[in-house]
């Protein structure tokens, strides 16, 4: 069993934040990582929807790639199927949520904090809920940022549009004079040097990445699913979108790891 890959997906390229936090904390484990490319953006559709996408992806990830342990590397995914996806499948499940609502309470210190995500995620109030059963001290401005996934897939971090939509949306953050920011959507790591020129540089980012990478160590520890040896881990990518913008995209956001993609098409 813990000769097995573990497996991930997401929307399209934000999950790869968490892929190369897995990679550096556990690099003799496996990792099949597939970008939903051809159906991004999660964030706008209805959670349901969001939730029959997430059911169809682990469903092949466990059945075609045997995978010993799941990781939601999308919030949205995680808003909208993480309870699900635990009651159908038989091997571990991790999400994002509860590990970034961890990361944000440890750095905060006035406790006014902010988190941003995509419609789909602030408004299922997951993250409200995640952060109240962490830290009942929290002043939580909870923003949905409609645009910037699509910023990051086209491979656009830093140009005056994205700033200008950046400012706009997260004026009310500036407002609310937080002092950490959680970013509650994997493709945001991607956007960190404009989010924080907005914010100002006494405000923290933070994301689930990390976090997250910790809580798979300790499940596969725990549960004995963890490999022994501690280097030669293999990551393979499959992508449903363009495979030369996978790679080409991909491997300048995720590192050497990624040298090619594979393209699954839905039946
Ligand atoms: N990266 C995903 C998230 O963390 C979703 C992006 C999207 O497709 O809207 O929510």
Redesign the pocket.
Known sequence: MAERPIGMF???F??LTVARALIDLLPGEDLVYLGDTAR??????PLEEVAGFAEQIAELLVHRWNVKLLVV???????AALESLRDHFDVPVVG?IEPGARALVEATETGRVAVI??I??IDSGAYQRAAAAVSEDLDLVALACPGL?EFV?RGEFASEQVRLLAQRLLQPAVDAKVDTMLL?????PYLARTIGDVMGRDVVLVSSADETAFDVRRLMLDTGLARERRSGGRATFVTTGDVNWFEELGRKLLGPELDRAERIHWP
Do not use: I, L
Request: aromatic share 10%; charged share 10%.
């Open positions: 997401d929307s399209g934000g999950g991004y953006p999660y964030g706008p559709r590397a999308c919030n949205t995914a995680t808003a994002v995500g995509t789909g995620t996934v897939e509650g959507c994997t493709h945001y």
